[in-house]
């Protein structure tokens, strides 16, 4: 049995303890907030044994054998440090960190301490992907060529997408997952790359456009925004067909199609429960093997795609650390 513990009794905390209920070998064991009354009230809505009133007393509960962060991105680098220094293995909700530095200090402190750490991109984990990549490689839609893929979601009533100093803005809550897709999908290396935003009155990126140029010619294209509405469709475009995720994060399916809307096939994803089992699932293998990252998501992966997001934000303008006073 792998005993969960969350951290940060927030919006998705919940999406994962529904998704934890429903899983074979997982207890979703304990809830950690900075408020007793709500870690109670969460602990009691969603059957969770045992509720802690701060994030510390979680991490010295000796039953959890996995701690999830899922808190706004400003307070993962100190509560996974906390975590790895508590001997506790974690899964921290995307974006991993504020910016590379953090990311690159904690993946050295979990390697220097043997404990096992993981980003929760949730896409790297599923069924689709391997599928997805077997579609590419099938030839069916011949040599992909361009990848075009939109993410928007108004999420901008939420006090942590409008704060900078909270990791707020579209890139590090949707743009991740774009840049992702994008490295899921592209084997080959991005040798440029093109970038506009539009910045929100606090500061943070509202909404962006990003164009990779491979180095074998491929072109990729992605647009992310935390303030509007989108078809959140991902689309990789071959020279004789196209591909179609219909959810860009969770597809229902994939389509294949060789004219405009035509389609030849259209490929069912594995029946799942929310989707967020599989990087549970992925932990708990890896951690049970002894590895200290899973292999869907590797360190370097990880670290890279910070990395990006960092020279994204430099060229808006947008800060990627803050010193709060
Ligand atoms: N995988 C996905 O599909 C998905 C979707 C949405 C978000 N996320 C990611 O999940 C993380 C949390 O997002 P969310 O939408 O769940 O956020 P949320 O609803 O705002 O919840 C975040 C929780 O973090 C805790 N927290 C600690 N310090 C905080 C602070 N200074 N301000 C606000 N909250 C603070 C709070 O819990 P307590 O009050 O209990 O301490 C809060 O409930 C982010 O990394 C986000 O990118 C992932």
Excluded at 5 to 12: K, L, M, N, S, V
Excluded at 134 to 140: D, F, P, Q, Y
Excluded at 194 to 211: L, M, P, Q, Y
Aim: hydrophobic share 45%; aromatic share 8%.
């Amino acid at each position: 049995m792998m005993n969960v513990g969350i951290i940060g009794a927030g919006h998705i905390a919940e999406k994962a303890a529904r998704t934890l209920v429903q899983m074979d070998g997982f207890q979703c064991l304990a809830i950690g907030s900075r408020s007793l009354e709500k870690a109670q009230a969460f602990a009691a809505r969603l059957s969770i044994p045992r509720a802690y009133g701060s994030y510390e007393d979680l991490l010295q509960d000796p039953d959890i054998g996995l701690v999830y962060i899922a808190t706004p991105h400003s307070c993962h680098f100190e509560q996974a440090r906390d975590a790895i220094l508590a001997g506790k293995p974690c899964l921290v909700e995307k974006s991993f960190m504020m910016n590379a530095v953090e990311a690159a200090t904690i993946l050295a402190l979990a390697r220097e301490k043997g404990v096992f750490i993981a980003e929760a991109m949730w896409p790297r984990y599923m069924p689709v992907r391997a599928i997805a990549r077997e579609v590419l490689a099938s030839g069916v839609i011949g040599k992909p060529l361009m990848l075009t893929a939109t993410l928007a979601y108004n999420v901008s009533g939420k006090e942590r997408v409008q704060r900078l100093e909270l990791g707020g803005g579209a890139l590090l809550d949707l743009g991740v997952y774009l840049l992702n897709f994008v490295r899921m999908y592209c084997d080959s290396p991005i040798q440029d790359l093109s970038t506009s935003c539009i910045r929100a009155t606090t500061g943070v990126d509202a909404s962006e456009v990003i164009t990779f140029i491979h180095e074998d010619g491929t072109l990729s294209s992605v647009q992310a925004s935390g303030f509007s509405q989108g078809a959140n469709e991902g689309v990789i475009a071959g020279t004789t067909g196209y591909l179609v995720f219909d959810d860009l994060i969770n597809p229902t399916c994939l389509r294949i199609c060789r004219k405009r809307h035509i389609i030849e096939q259209e490929i069912p994803i594995p029946q799942q429960i929310t989707g967020f089992e599989y990087q549970f699932q992925a932990c708990a293998d890896a951690i049970s093997a002894g590895r200290l990252e899973p292999e869907s998501m590797p360190h370097a992966e990880t670290l890279y795609i910070m990395h990006l997001m960092d020279r994204l934000r430099t060229e808006w303008g947008v800060p990627t650390s803050f010193v709060v006073k």
